[in-house]
Protein backbone atom coordinates (compact mmCIF):
# COMPACT_ATOMS: atom_id res chain seq x y z
CA UNK A 1 0.00 0.00 0.00
CA UNK A 2 1.79 3.49 -0.55
CA UNK A 3 -0.17 6.06 1.50
CA UNK A 4 -1.53 6.20 5.17
CA UNK A 5 -4.61 8.35 4.93
CA UNK A 6 -7.60 9.15 7.18
CA UNK A 7 -11.17 9.35 7.02
CA UNK A 8 -13.56 11.01 9.37
CA UNK A 9 -17.41 9.60 9.57
CA UNK A 10 -20.48 10.41 11.07
CA UNK A 11 -24.18 9.92 10.87
CA UNK A 12 -27.32 10.74 12.84
CA UNK A 13 -30.50 9.50 10.54
CA UNK A 14 -31.08 5.52 11.02
CA UNK A 15 -28.80 3.23 12.58
CA UNK A 16 -25.59 5.18 11.85
CA UNK A 17 -23.29 3.26 13.68
CA UNK A 18 -24.60 -0.03 11.58
CA UNK A 19 -23.94 2.52 8.53
CA UNK A 20 -20.18 3.16 9.40
CA UNK A 21 -19.53 -0.44 9.90
CA UNK A 22 -20.83 -1.54 6.97
CA UNK A 23 -19.02 1.60 4.77
CA UNK A 24 -15.76 0.73 6.86
CA UNK A 25 -15.99 -3.16 6.08
CA UNK A 26 -16.94 -2.13 2.85
CA UNK A 27 -13.89 -0.01 2.53
CA UNK A 28 -11.79 -2.87 3.98
CA UNK A 29 -13.11 -5.86 1.69
CA UNK A 30 -10.97 -3.48 -1.31
CA UNK A 31 -7.78 -4.67 -2.53
CA UNK A 32 -6.52 -1.35 -2.45
CA UNK A 33 -7.66 -0.10 0.88
CA UNK A 34 -7.41 -1.63 3.93
CA UNK A 35 -8.78 -0.07 7.70
CA UNK A 36 -4.95 -0.43 10.27
CA UNK A 37 -7.06 1.67 12.90
CA UNK A 38 -10.32 2.53 13.96
CA UNK A 39 -11.37 5.34 16.54
CA UNK A 40 -13.84 4.97 19.93
CA UNK A 41 -17.63 6.15 18.50
CA UNK A 42 -18.52 9.10 20.08
CA UNK A 43 -21.85 11.08 20.44
CA UNK A 44 -21.26 14.47 19.08
CA UNK A 45 -23.64 17.71 19.15
CA UNK A 46 -24.53 19.03 15.54
CA UNK A 47 -22.35 21.27 13.88
CA UNK A 48 -23.07 23.90 11.71
CA UNK A 49 -26.95 23.14 11.86
CA UNK A 50 -28.10 22.73 15.11
CA UNK A 51 -31.62 21.64 15.36
CA UNK A 52 -31.08 18.29 14.42
CA UNK A 53 -30.45 14.83 16.21
CA UNK A 54 -27.08 14.54 17.91
CA UNK A 55 -24.66 12.53 15.19
CA UNK A 56 -21.97 9.23 16.19
CA UNK A 57 -18.32 10.08 14.96
CA UNK A 58 -15.67 8.06 14.09
CA UNK A 59 -12.49 8.20 12.23
CA UNK A 60 -10.47 5.59 10.70
CA UNK A 61 -6.87 5.11 9.38
CA UNK A 62 -6.17 3.67 5.95
CA UNK A 63 -3.51 2.27 4.04
CA UNK A 64 -4.62 2.75 0.29
CA UNK A 65 -2.86 2.36 -3.08
CA UNK A 66 -5.56 5.27 -4.23
CA UNK A 67 -4.75 8.54 -5.23
CA UNK A 68 -6.86 11.36 -3.22
CA UNK A 69 -9.19 11.84 -5.76
CA UNK A 70 -9.79 8.08 -6.40
CA UNK A 71 -10.26 7.93 -2.61
CA UNK A 72 -12.92 10.83 -2.70
CA UNK A 73 -14.29 8.84 -5.41
CA UNK A 74 -14.47 5.70 -3.26
CA UNK A 75 -16.25 7.46 0.01
CA UNK A 76 -19.31 9.04 -1.98
CA UNK A 77 -19.25 5.94 -3.99
CA UNK A 78 -19.76 4.05 -0.38
CA UNK A 79 -22.35 6.98 1.20
CA UNK A 80 -24.88 6.45 -1.79
CA UNK A 81 -25.00 2.94 -1.47
CA UNK A 82 -26.27 3.65 1.89
CA UNK A 83 -28.68 6.44 1.02
CA UNK A 84 -27.07 9.70 1.56
CA UNK A 85 -29.09 12.38 0.30
CA UNK A 86 -27.00 15.87 0.36
CA UNK A 87 -29.95 18.27 0.68
CA UNK A 88 -28.62 21.18 2.80
CA UNK A 89 -25.22 21.87 4.13
CA UNK A 90 -24.63 20.53 7.52
CA UNK A 91 -27.92 18.91 7.51
CA UNK A 92 -28.81 15.50 8.56
CA UNK A 93 -27.38 12.39 6.89
CA UNK A 94 -27.35 8.42 7.42
CA UNK A 95 -23.51 8.27 6.07
CA UNK A 96 -21.22 11.16 5.59
CA UNK A 97 -17.37 9.97 5.01
CA UNK A 98 -14.52 12.49 4.50
CA UNK A 99 -11.25 12.36 3.53
CA UNK A 100 -9.36 14.26 6.15
CA UNK A 101 -5.96 13.71 5.10
CA UNK A 102 -3.82 11.48 2.57
CA UNK A 103 0.31 10.82 3.64
CA UNK A 104 0.31 14.29 5.28
CA UNK A 105 0.45 16.22 1.75
CA UNK A 106 -1.34 18.57 0.43
CA UNK A 107 -3.72 18.18 -2.44
CA UNK A 108 -6.37 20.24 -4.06
CA UNK A 109 -8.45 20.23 -7.03
CA UNK A 110 -11.71 21.28 -7.84
CA UNK A 111 -13.49 18.57 -5.35
CA UNK A 112 -11.11 18.07 -2.61
CA UNK A 113 -8.70 19.97 -0.51
CA UNK A 114 -6.13 18.00 1.79
CA UNK A 115 -5.48 18.09 4.48
CA UNK A 116 -9.23 18.78 4.92
CA UNK A 117 -9.80 22.89 5.40
CA UNK A 118 -12.20 22.67 8.55
CA UNK A 119 -10.35 20.14 10.79
CA UNK A 120 -9.01 22.39 13.58
CA UNK A 121 -12.49 23.82 13.84
CA UNK A 122 -14.55 20.54 14.27
CA UNK A 123 -14.09 18.78 17.66
CA UNK A 124 -16.46 15.95 16.21
CA UNK A 125 -13.47 14.92 14.34
CA UNK A 126 -10.46 16.15 16.37
CA UNK A 127 -11.72 13.90 19.29
CA UNK A 128 -11.64 11.03 17.03
CA UNK A 129 -9.00 11.36 15.43
CA UNK A 130 -7.07 12.07 18.30
CA UNK A 131 -7.86 8.03 19.72
CA UNK A 132 -6.05 6.89 16.60
CA UNK A 133 -3.51 9.60 15.78
CA UNK A 134 -2.96 12.17 18.24
CA UNK A 135 0.52 12.98 16.75
CA UNK A 136 -0.93 13.83 13.05
CA UNK A 137 0.50 16.88 12.35
CA UNK A 138 -2.82 19.72 10.87
CA UNK A 139 -1.60 22.98 9.85
CA UNK A 140 1.91 22.43 11.63
CA UNK A 141 0.30 21.68 14.89
CA UNK A 142 -0.45 17.49 16.41
CA UNK A 143 -4.12 16.63 16.49
CA UNK A 144 -3.68 16.26 20.56
CA UNK A 145 -2.89 19.96 20.46
CA UNK A 146 -5.71 21.21 18.34
CA UNK A 147 -8.40 18.95 20.44
CA UNK A 148 -7.61 20.10 23.67
CA UNK A 149 -9.14 23.52 22.88
CA UNK A 150 -12.47 21.49 22.97
CA UNK A 151 -12.04 19.36 25.87
CA UNK A 152 -15.31 21.40 27.52
CA UNK A 153 -17.57 20.29 24.21
CA UNK A 154 -20.15 17.68 25.53
CA UNK A 155 -18.79 14.62 23.31
CA UNK A 156 -18.72 11.22 24.37
CA UNK A 157 -17.89 8.18 24.04
CA UNK A 158 -20.32 6.01 22.39
CA UNK A 159 -18.24 2.57 22.77
CA UNK A 160 -15.13 1.27 24.65
CA UNK A 161 -13.04 0.58 22.38
CA UNK A 162 -12.41 0.62 18.04
CA UNK A 163 -13.50 -2.76 16.97
CA UNK A 164 -17.46 -1.49 16.93
CA UNK A 165 -16.95 -1.94 12.99
CA UNK A 166 -16.13 -5.50 13.30
CA UNK A 167 -18.69 -7.55 11.48
CA UNK A 168 -19.71 -9.40 14.78
CA UNK A 169 -20.20 -6.11 16.62
CA UNK A 170 -21.66 -4.08 14.04
Known amino acids: MSAHAYLGLGGNLGDPRAAMAAALR ?14 RLFRTPPWGKTDQPDFLN ?31 RWGPRTLDIDVLDHGGK ?9 PHP ?40 ASLDGEWWQAGDA
Open 26 to 39: SIDARKDCQIVAVS
Open 106 to 114: SYRDDHLLL
Open 58 to 88: ACAAIETDLSPRALLAVCLETEQRFKRVRQE
Open 118 to 157: RIAERAFVLVPLCDIAPELMIGGESAAHLAARFADEPIVP
